[in-house]
């Protein structure tokens, strides 16, 4: 068994929610600020589209992008001899963009169902956006966005097609637990690839475990 599948997952896994982390909640932020009700329909509908959009067709527009001979990826090429395309950087980018709806629907979501009220108070007692977002928002929203976290990591760990797409299945470089499971499928081990799918298995078992034990843990603590 090839144990670099497992660290190249969980490493580009690691990777993707820190951004995912903070961008999805900042995205998030900013689009419920939106007063304008079409223009924030439609930062929604760009924010959440790699959601609903088939894996490899996002994959086709990154590769379209960070392509070697594309003007991005020529771009960081040139200038800081970075190769973005067919290397780990693009299976942390592939898990990044397919994984930040989640992050930022789960946010956004969270904001949602803080009680408009508080806001408002915290305005009225002179507290700046800022202060209101970070003393009263984030806190009382941070269920919904540590759930969206775990759930945002589990689904960069499992991402194939755009990874496929942009980043290859390079033994020992790019390929991840998901590509591995093809690939041993695709030269007819069977066996193999069922300790790949296990491992999987038991670390999205984890996940969803995770991710209820945060929501029982503040319910009961709003109980208290």
């Known amino acids: 068994m090839d144990w670099s599948a497992v660290l190249i997952s969980l490493k580009t896994a690691s ?29 929604d509908g760009i924010l959440t589209l790699p959601l609903v959009l088939p894996p490899t067709v996002a994959g086709f527009f990154l590769l379209y992008i960070f392509g070697v001979k594309r003007p991005v990826g020529q771009f960081f ?8 395309a067919f290397s780990w950087s693009a299976t942390v980018l592939a898990a990044t963009v397919i994984s930040f709806p989640l992050m930022y629907r789960s946010a956004r979501g969270a904001f949602e ?7 408002y108070a915290g305005r009225t007692l002179g507290m700046s956006e800022w202060s209101v977002f970070w003393k009263i928002l984030f806190p009382n929203a941070l269920s919904g966005i540590l759930s969206g976290g775990i759930l945002a990591f ?47 298995v038991l670390i999205s078992f984890l996940v969803v475990t995770g991710m209820n034990y945060v929501t029982w843990a503040f319910q009961k603590f709003n109980r208290r």
């Open 15 to 43: 990777a993707a929610i820190v951004i995912t982390f903070f961008t999805g909640i900042a995205a998030a932020w900013l689009v419920e600020s939106i007063r304008n009700e079409k223009l924030k329909m439609i930062c």
């Open 77 to 84: 090429l040139d200038y800081f001899g970075v190769k973005i």
């Open 113 to 119: 169902q803080v009680d408009k009220n508080l806001l």
């Open 154 to 200: 589990a689904r960069g760990l499992g991402e194939f097609g755009a990874t496929a797409m942009i980043a290859g299945n390079i033994q020992e470089k790019t390929r991840t637990l998901p590509l591995a499971v093809y690939s041993e499928v695709s030269a007819g081990n069977m066996e193999g690839a069922f300790v790949y799918v296990a491992i999987l």
